[in-house]
């Protein structure tokens, strides 16, 4: 499996982005696309996730520093993700990487449970 990541930019504080990501290869019936990011000098960390069961019923997790800011979704059919970012702050400028969990349909916010990495894709977010 492969995913790919895109939209990453420079945006002024209070703007927004569209993040994709696009897995290639087989995600199982059940699975969780989900986001994560590492600022400079700081450790990685969850942002969102959303997962689609066998009977492609969805479920989404969110970090609460993106709540109501972030949204997620997806296109089943296309095996994607999108993080619709708003109201963007300086604090979110981080490479934003996405991921991927084949185990099932968790939305975990742990890393230990995605097998599968994209490249990053970088957000900046001046003040």
């Known amino acids: 499996v492969q995913l790919q990541a895109s939209g990453g930019g420079l945006v002024q504080a209070g703007g927004s982005l569209r993040l994709s990501c696009a897995a290639s290869?087989?995600?199982?019936?059940?699975?969780?696309l989900g986001w994560f990011r590492q600022a400079p000098g700081k450790e990685r960390e969850f942002v969102a996730a959303?997962?689609?069961?066998?009977?492609?019923?969805?479920?989404?997790n969110y970090a609460d520093s993106v709540k109501g800011r972030f949204t997620i979704s997806g296109d089943d059919v296309k095996s994607s993700v999108y993080l619709q970012m708003n109201s963007l702050k300086p604090e979110d400028t981080a490479v934003y990487y996405c991921?991927?969990?084949?185990?099932?349909?968790?939305?975990?916010?742990?890393?230990?449970?995605?097998?599968?990495w994209g490249q990053g894709t970088q957000v900046t977010v001046s003040s």
């Open positions: 290869g087989r995600t199982g019936s059940s699975y969780t």
């Open positions: 991921a991927l969990d084949t185990s099932g349909w968790v939305a975990s916010s742990g890393q230990d449970r995605y097998r599968y």
């Open positions: 959303m997962s689609r069961s066998v009977r492609s019923l969805v479920r989404t």
